[in-house]
């Protein structure tokens, strides 16, 4: 119930088509904005070992997921990320959140023969302005550069690629001049984040009750909760766990358990701050 006494919100995950695999928060990088609170050396998403992700790749292939995801953190930073990518793509497709900066750049020997893998594998790159400075500001000098040329080298090299942003004043059209000049497409799949708030940050947002589920929302926009059609595998503390999504591992309410199968037959109350932000501005991870 809400605190009004209201019936909340939720959604009854239907079938498992993602799995979310969060590499660690240890980040290479410390932007003041992100919504991991990743930053050097951070554990409090600890690093997954493969040893750790083996058995719920294997119990997801089993559900019959679609698709592999990873984010961190960097995961590039984790030493046990590139045995885990591997395997997964042996698997299936795989998409990998990455700054592109030099944790990447330092393994594209070993990046570019998964080319030859049995799935695809693509790279969704932070650039979180198209203002060069403005993104440098709180990525480090001269990395808005790197990752727009990193990206750029990804694609010429045949994998997938896509673009996360911040929401801001700049329309997606801005970057295009950047994107011709990396030589990439000028539709490039462009994902954009509402302000999420940091990890523990409680900011007060309208509660979202069953009557606003059915009232300002369709069918359509209901399955498109990242909730409904996938999950998140986290390490916390030594355990290893899976959570509702890729939004809320911040809050021990969202830890479904054990087992992808009995996660999916949970129904997912949404309390969360950000569960109020896919409600109103649709925000996703997925690329679904
Ligand atoms: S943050 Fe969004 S996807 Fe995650 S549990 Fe809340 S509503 Fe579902």
Known sequence: MTSEGKPRGYIQPAKLEEVWFHTGTSCNLSCPFCLEGSKPGDDRI??????DAR????????????KFSFTGGEPFVNPHFPRILDYALDRRPCLVLTNATDPLLNRMDKILPLLEKPNPLSFRVSLDHPDPERHDASRGKGNFRKALDTLGRLHRAGFGVSL???ASEFPDRAYLPFLEEAGLPPD?????????KLPGENPEVPE???????TYLDREKREAFMCNFSKMVVKIDGRVSVYAC???DDDPDFDLGESLAEAMEKRVMLKH???YSCFAFGASCSER
């Open 46 to 51: 600890q690093f997954l070992l493969f040893e």
């Open 55 to 66: 058995p719920w790749i294997d119990e997801a292939v089993e559900l019959g997921v679609e």
């Open 164 to 166: 996360a942003r911040l």
């Open 188 to 196: 490039i799949r462009i994902v954009t984040f509402p302000d999420l």
């Open 208 to 214: 979202i009750t069953e009557n606003c589920m059915t």
């Open 246 to 248: 890729t939004l809320v």
């Open 273 to 275: 701050h950000r569960c």
